[in-house]
Structure formats: structure tokens, C-alpha cells
């Protein structure tokens, strides 16, 4: 069978390892390197899914652990998909449920067949094998589907994390088979010679290099259309992440989509643009926003500070959301100052337009083959991260 996605490699950077590509989905295509916003509840919290395309947001993310135990996948497939059921019509990917079930701490247990636990909703017993992954990610109807995979926490014995990453192996090569498997079957029942999703491996490993190494070579010997760099981002410094990172992307193929979950702060997002990541996605915009706070090209603004009360500019006067066409700084405060909900889904729309208009200047340095410089220009705006 076809697979239902596809990478060009339209540009390479002549001094550093950024690329400008695109991804083609069954809802559309991507241009990358791109920044995903989440929308773990079937929602980008605060913001109509039209004002998140008004973003110019090509692709958002959404969790299969939540959806599984609310509403349930089977609500979302009578629904006709995630696409249909919440009303966004481009693409969508979906994450597996390691991480948010990893991140459970006491209340999970991870064994051989899957990981065992409860629910922050009720404290009921699950069970998430990578099996009832993919069957929940295939009624969810996501363009990307995530593969089952432990993402180990830091700092993390060595040990440990070799026992994970050989598990997490093996654990996508049960994830492809059941994908293949149930693609087959609804290719027989529909006549179609294309799947409808893919399926992105992760890349495990922890901080140590020979470990990624390793998670690497296994990964990329089972053939699939992208893969994703987990595990990282969880705690360690900057150094560290960066330095494993610049390994990670070298031992990922050059022709395939490279994913790195959960990185989104602008210097992140530059630094691993500048390594070779295509792809990213962050609850950070959102989760700022409902906090008060905006990411700006000179900085990031806390709207709750007194020295706002009669500050009638706009948020960034670099920006071209809606937020900055219409409202004042001052009028932002007062809104967050009376808990009104206006206000977070003015920054919402604003923190996420700042990071997808982001990317797309970094998109056309690329093309135009001044990435360093216009890294040089953002950093020396934005001053500290
Ligand atoms: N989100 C951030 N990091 C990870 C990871 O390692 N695995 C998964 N599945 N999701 C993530
Ligand atoms: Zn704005």
C-alpha cells in the first residue's frame, strides 16, 4: 500500500543544517520547519479553530490519552473524526499517550504488553498497549499518528533507560503491524491502495548518546514516513539537550520529516531549526497566554504589570494579529486584572500568531539563505529568553 504522506526537501541551508520542506497530508500540506499548536482537548484552548488557521497554523496537535478517556474514541468516530467533531480541516497530529501517561508518575505501571493507569478524571484502571494506541489514534482519524513509546524522565540510570529504549523498540514494531493491519483491512473494505494516516516512530535514549545511537538504528530500520525525537526537553540544561540533539538528527534519515516533541521557546525552536528539526510543538503559547503573559519580538511581556495600566500601544508593534491590530496593552491588563475570558483568547491568538509568523521567517531565510543572519536579528530583539 501508498503511504498517505509524503517529504520534499525543497532547500538546505549552505552553512548550518536547517531545511525548508513540505509535508503532504491527506488534509493538506505543511511547510516546514513548522510549529504545531496543541490542541490536546480536541481544542486549542481559547480560540476558535478559524482563528487558529487565522494564525496561518497549518497543522495542530491533539492527545490521544485525554481523548480516550473523554469523550472516548468511539464518540469521536461516530462523530466522523477529529477533523469533523472539532471543526479544523487541515491536519492533525496525534500523540500517543506515552508521554502524558509516563508523566503520571505513581499512578501508572509499565510492564512488557503496555503501560497500567489511572485516570486523572476519576481514578479508574486503564491499560494502554500499543495496540489500543493506534486503534484509538486510527478512530481519531489523526494525518500523523504517534508510535507507543516510554519517554524516560531525567536524570535517569543508564540502565534504565537501555531496558526503555529496546522496549520502545519493540513496542513500534507492534504499533506498525497493528497500523498495517487495520489499514489492510480498511483498504479491502473501501477498494483504496493509499492509507489514510501515518505512523511517525520516536527516538529514545535519554542523554546518552551511544543509547540514541542504538534507539536510532532500530527505529530507522523499520521504514516509515517520519520520525520524532522524544525524551528530550524534560529537565536537563540547555547544553545537554543541545548537544544530544546535534547528535540525534545526524542519525536520522536525511529525506524523512524529523519531529522534536514537546520544544517550543523561541531559542529552542531556532537551535533545533539550525540542527535540522522540521518539526515542533509546545503547550507553551497557550499556557502563557491564560497565565498573562505574551511572547514578543522585544521579549516576553507580563500584561498583569502595573507599568501597563496606561500604556496605550500595542502588544508587539512587530505583530500583525488580530490582538495587536485592535487593543492596547492597557486595555489587555484590565481584561486579565477582571478574570474576563477575552483575554485569553486575545493572547492566545497573539502568543501563537508570534511563533507561527516565526517560523515562517525562518521558512524564507532559508530559502533565501540568511538563516544565521535573521537569528542574529531576532536574538539581538528579543534579548533574554
Ligand atoms: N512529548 C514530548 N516528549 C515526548 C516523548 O518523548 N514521547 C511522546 N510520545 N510525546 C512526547
Ligand atoms: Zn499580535
Not at 63 to 83: C, F, K, M, Q, S
Not at 312 to 330: E, G, H, I, K, W
Request: charged fraction near 30%; aromatic fraction near 10%.
Amino acid at each position: 500500500m501508498k503511504e498517505s504522506l509524503s517529504f520534499e526537501l525543497i532547500k538546505k541551508d549552505s552553512r548550518t543544517g536547517a531545511r525548508r520542506g513540505r509535508i503532504t497530508t491527506p488534509h493538506g500540506t505543511i511547510e516546514t520547519p513548522v510549529f504545531m499548536p496543541v490542541g490536546t482537548q480536541a481544542t486549542v484552548k481559547a480560540m476558535k479553530p478559524e482563528d487558529v488557521e487565522k494564525t496561518g497554523a497549518e497543522i495542530i496537535l491533539g492527545n490521544t490519552y485525554h481523548l480516550y478517556l473523554r469523550p472516548g474514541e468511539d464518540i469521536v468516530r461516530e462523530a466522523g473524526g477529529l477533523h469533523k467533531f472539532m471543526n479544523w480541516h487541515r491536519p492533525i497530529l496525534t500523540d500517543s499517550g506515552g508521554f502524558q501517561v509516563f508523566s503520571l508518575g505513581k499512578f501508572r505501571k509499565i510492564t512488557e504488553e503496555g503501560a497500567k493507569f489511572k485516570s486523572y478524571i476519576d481514578g479508574s484502571s486503564h491499560m494502554m498497549t500499543p495496540e489500543s494506541s493506534i486503534e484509538v489514534q486510527t478512530a481519531l482519524g489523526s494525518d500523523i499518528m504517534m508510535a507507543f513509546d516510554e519517554c524516560v524522565a531525567y536524570p535517569a540510570e543508564k540502565k534504565y533507560v537501555e531496558r526503555s529504549l529496546e522496549r520502545t523498540t519493540r513496542w513500534l514494531k507492534r504499533c506498525d503491524d497493528h497500523h498495517k493491519r487495520l489499514e489492510t483491512k480498511a483498504a479491502m473494505e473501501s477498494g483504496s491502495d493509499t492509507m489514510k494516516q501515518a505512523l511517525f516512530g520516536i527516538m529514545q535514549g535519554g542523554m546518552f548518546k551511544d543509547l540514541r545511537e542504538i534507539s536510532a538504528k532500530q527505529i530507522t530500520e523499520i521504514d516509515l514516513p517520519g520520525y520524532a525525537i522524544g525524551g528530550l526537553s524534560v529537565g536537563e540544561p540547555k547544553e545537554i539537550m543541545l548537544d544530544i540533539l546535534d547528535d540525534c538528527v545526524d542519525l536520522l534519515p536525511e529525506d524523512k520529516p524529523r519531529y522534536l516533541m514537546g520544544v517550543g521557546t523561541p531559542d529552542y525552536l531556532f537551535e533545533s531549526v539550525e540542527r535540522g528539526v522540521d518539526m515542533f510543538d509546545c503547550v507553551l503559547p497557550t499556557r502563557l497566554a491564560r497565565h498573562g503573559m505574551a511572547m514578543t519580538s522585544r521579549g516576553k511581556i507580563n500584561i498583569k504589570n502595573a507599568v501597563f495600566a496606561r500604556d496605550f500601544s500595542t502588544l508587539d508593534p512587530d505583530c500583525d494579529c488580530y490582538c495587536c491590530r485592535n487593543y492596547s496593552r492597557a486595555y489587555l491588563r484590565h481584561l486579565f486584572k477582571n478574570d474576563e475570558i477575552l483575554c485569553s483568547m486575545l493572547l492566545s491568538e497573539h502568543n501563537i500568531h508570534f511563533l507561527v509568523n516565526m517560523m515562517k521567517n525562518i521558512r524564507k531565510a532559508i530559502e533565501e539563505d540568511r538563516f544565521l543572519e535573521y537569528k542574529r536579528k531576532f536574538y539581538n530583539k528579543y534579548g533574554e529568553f
